[in-house]
T-cell receptor
């Protein structure tokens, strides 16, 4: 079955330090990978996506993600965290050429402390 | 602002009742998706429409139904409501019907509380 795993419920990092939010996936066929962020009482905001090509994808707000096919991972990274980055982050995968349906991970809460 | 509009933002209703959630996709988007977000189930895909036709179906209960109208707006109908249906319901839209080279944008959601 197709699935996405975010192994950490919460990630804590100090402001100014690099951050990583982990994501692994399991799909048959080519994966199309996405990261979304959800601030309290808000909708999901698109951050970045990997469709094909360069394994390092750059997105909004200084975030980037690295696609690793051999490890079936798509970790979200940022070189220097901001307190305002504190939010709930979701990794998602789509695998079908017939539908845009996304399968989401359980989400990781990122807490950036001053 | 993603451009996807959902109404109402908040809704409180009693068990056994029926409600309708409305979604207007981004201008030009042909595909609409509905998701349910709850604490215990996370984000669950319910259903997708593309240009008025059902494209994909997920974990949508038989008590729930949806449609996409000729003007491309969509409605999600929830009937015989139970306490467990309390959740945040998201609508999303995209230009095409697949995720290949396509970004899916989400609305702010409709909070449904069943009492």
């Amino acid at each position: 079955a197709q699935s996405v795993a975010q192994p950490e419920d919460q990630v804590n990092v100090a402001e100014g330090n690099p951050l990583t939010v982990k994501c692994t996936y399991s799909v048959s066929g080519n994966p199309y990978l996405f990261w979304y962020v959800q601030y309290p009482n808000r909708g999901l905001q698109f951050l970045l996506k990997y469709i094909t090509g360069d394994n390092l994808v750059k997105g909004s707000y200084g975030f980037e993600a690295e696609f690793n096919k051999s490890q079936t991972s798509f970790h979200l990274k940022k070189p220097s965290a901001l307190v305002s980055d504190s939010a709930l982050y979701f990794c998602a995968v789509s695998y079908s050429s017939n539908t845009g349906k996304l399968i989401f991970g359980q989400g990781t809460t990122l807490q950036v402390k001053p | 602002d993603s451009g996807v509009t959902q109404t109402p933002k908040h809704l409180i209703t009693a068990t056994g009742q029926r409600v309708t959630l409305r979604c207007s996709p981004r201008s030009g988007d042909l595909s609409v998706y509905w998701y349910q977000q709850s604490l215990d189930q996370g984000l669950q895909f319910l259903i997708q429409y593309y240009n008025g036709e059902e494209r994909a179906k997920g974990n949508i209960l038989e008590r729930f139904s949806a449609q996409q109208f000729p003007d491309l707006h969509s409605e999600l109908n929830l009937s015989s409501l139970e306490l467990g249906d309390s959740a945040l319901y998201f609508c999303a839209s995209s230009t095409e019907g697949t995720a290949v080279g396509n970004t899916i944008y989400f609305g702010e959601g409709s909070w449904l509380t069943v009492v």
